[in-house]
């Protein structure tokens, strides 16, 4: 072998033992900050309900609202504390010119803080994937995006945008957890008709509000807002939102929607840009009377 084939070789060899050497020490930064994002999120959600849930307290609510709680909860049941779900489907970033990319991941939940952790994998081709991290957690809302889950591109945390779009995802996406929107966990129902009522949820100072639709049958069917804070062509604005749910099942004892999509208002009509379906949840749950602890 010429000389310059063994150097080329030794070199290509010392660059592949560095590369895989940045790539292990970005694994390792990310899964230390996972933890402590999770950690923290926990750690937000320690507060004590005495429960059990009695349906009698529902009298108070407007028609839909009682309706969608004894259709989705159970009498006399304790409130949710954790839950984790894994989810599948396609998203993209854009309108009706986008690509639809595929992801799945692991979305976390504390509904007493409130606060959340959505971690995706997103394919953007063979071998190459973006891991997306969003979060809500002591009032601040977060976002994290990296390439092959170690090489980050993008970080943002804080301000009213963040903060407020956060929430309304997280109060939108409680019909995956619904003791969250129950009034002992601060939500304020307003009814609008015999189909539609509004939730209002403020945390850290920061006030959402979504309206609720729901059918005969008890269901959540879709939520919507006039104004939800998000980053369109690189700055934030504020645009009409909406999201649907269907295919509700019961998951232990509670009745949840397992497919749903989501999408924004542009130029009067509505573009999905979220498409997915739950494949696993667990839930955890507050036992009455007793101290949180872990």
Same mark, same amino acid.
């Given at each position: ?28 930064? #990310? ?14 959600? #320690? ?5 059990? =849930? ?69 394919? =953007? ?6 891991? !997306? #991290? ?6 601040? /809302?977060?976002?994290?995006?990296? !390439? ?38 601060g939500v304020n129902w307003t009814a609008i008709d015999d189909g539609r009522a509004l939730a209002t949820l403020t945390?850290?100072?920061?006030? !959402? ?13 879709? =939520? ?8 369109? %062509? ?25 497919? /749903? ?27 009455? %009377? ?5």
């Open positions: 072998m010429a000389w310059w084939l063994k150097w080329m070789a030794g070199g290509l060899a010392f660059a592949g033992v560095g590369a895989a050497l940045v790539l292990w020490a970005g694994w390792t930064r #990310r899964s230390r900050d996972d933890a402590a994002f999770l950690e923290g999120l926990i750690e937000a959600g #320690r507060r004590h309900h005495t429960g059990p =849930i009695r349906f009698e307290d529902f009298e108070a609510l407007p028609a839909p609202v009682a309706r969608y709680f004894r259709f989705a909860l159970h009498d006399g049941q304790p409130f949710i504390r954790q839950v984790r779900y894994h989810q599948t489907g396609q998203l993209r970033t854009g309108g009706e010119a986008s690509r639809w990319l595929r992801f799945e991941a692991a979305h976390d939940v504390a509904p007493l803080s409130p606060g959340f952790m959505w971690d995706a994998k997103v394919d =953007i081709m063979p071998l190459l994937h973006l891991r !997306v #991290r969003d979060g809500y957690v002591s009032g601040q /809302g977060s976002g994290q995006m990296s !390439v092959l889950s170690v090489l980050t591109i993008a970080r943002e945390a804080g301000g009213i945008e963040m903060n407020s779009g956060a929430l309304h995802r997280y109060l939108a996406e409680a019909v995956w957890y619904p003791t969250a929107l129950l009034p002992a966990s945390d850290s100072g920061v006030t !959402v509000s979504l309206e609720f639709r729901f059918n005969d049958r008890g269901e959540a069917t879709g =939520i919507y807002t006039p104004a939800r804070w998000g980053r369109f %062509d690189g700055r934030f604005e504020q645009a009409p939102w909406e999201g649907h749910f269907r295919d509700y099942q019961e998951r232990d004892g509670i009745v949840i929607p397992m497919e /749903g999509d989501v999408g924004w208002y542009t130029r009067d009509r509505w573009e999905p840009v979220w498409k997915g379906r739950i494949r696993e949840v667990s839930f955890e749950f507050i036992v009455p %009377d007793t101290p949180i602890e872990r």
